[in-house]
């Protein structure tokens, strides 16, 4: 069966740290698509990107970088010199075979205090 | 485009009562689906259209819940009667899906129910 393991319930950090938010994944479908969304105080989930099991290349966007590694089964999030503003909840997320269905973790709540 | 919008924002009713949610998915999206989030559940999923069909209501958690999509621009969740632990935020998705899932998801803001 598919999931999706997210260890870290909270992290707590100062701003301009970095942080990994761990997330890792099972399923025995090998085409797969893996997802970060961000849940800001304000309830709304945005999404963050994908990524397809066939791609392992790392992506970085500004301050965000994702490394995806099929051999541990592993879709980490980096958050370079975090802000304030990054304060949120995040979800990785697996999408299921064909259907696009997101099978979710529980999400890791990173607080970036001043 | 206005990303997927969602009424009512809030919900408060009383227990017994039909509860109504709706969804308006983007535009050009195929896909709808519907999850609720909960503290001791997380985020699930309730069910999922595909071209207005729906295809797999297995998370549906009972009889009480129905979920419609009469065309592609709108959808709605029914609860009823509404009881106490169905008190969660409700969140509609919308995709496009040429052949399977491989787009995102966009979400609503959610419609947080309180059933006192």
């Known amino acids: ?114 | 485009d206005a990303g997927v919008i969602q009424s009512p924002r809030h919900e408060v009713t009383e227990m017994g009562q039909e509860v109504t949610l709706r969804c308006k998915p983007i535009s050009g999206h195929n896909s709808l689906f519907w999850y609720r989030q909960t503290m001791m559940r997380g985020l699930e999923l309730l069910i999922y259209f595909n071209n207005n069909v729906p295809i797999d209501d297995s998370g549906m958690p009972e009889d009480r819940f129905s979920a419609k999509m009469p065309n592609a621009s709108f959808s709605t969740l029914k609860i009823q009667p509404s009881e106490p632990r169905d008190s969660a935020v409700y969140f509609c998705a919308s995709s496009f899906s040429p052949g399977g899932g491989r787009t995102e998801a966009f979400f609503g803001q959610g419609t947080r129910l309180t059933v006192v």
């Open chain 1, 1 to 114: 069966a598919q999931k999706v393991t997210q260890a870290q319930t909270e992290i707590s950090v100062v701003e301009k740290e970095d942080v990994t938010l761990d997330c890792v994944y099972e399923t025995r479908d090998t085409t797969y698509y893996l997802f970060w969304y961000k849940q800001p105080p304000s309830g709304e989930l945005v999404f963050l990107i994908r990524r397809n099991s066939f791609d392992e290349q790392n992506e970085i966007s500004g301050r965000y970088s994702w490394n995806f590694q099929k051999s541990t089964s592993s879709f980490n999030f980096t958050i370079t010199a975090s802000q304030v503003v990054d304060s949120a909840v995040y979800f990785c997320a697996l999408s299921e075979g064909n259907t696009g269905k997101l099978i979710f973790g529980q999400g890791t709540t990173l607080q970036v205090k001043p």
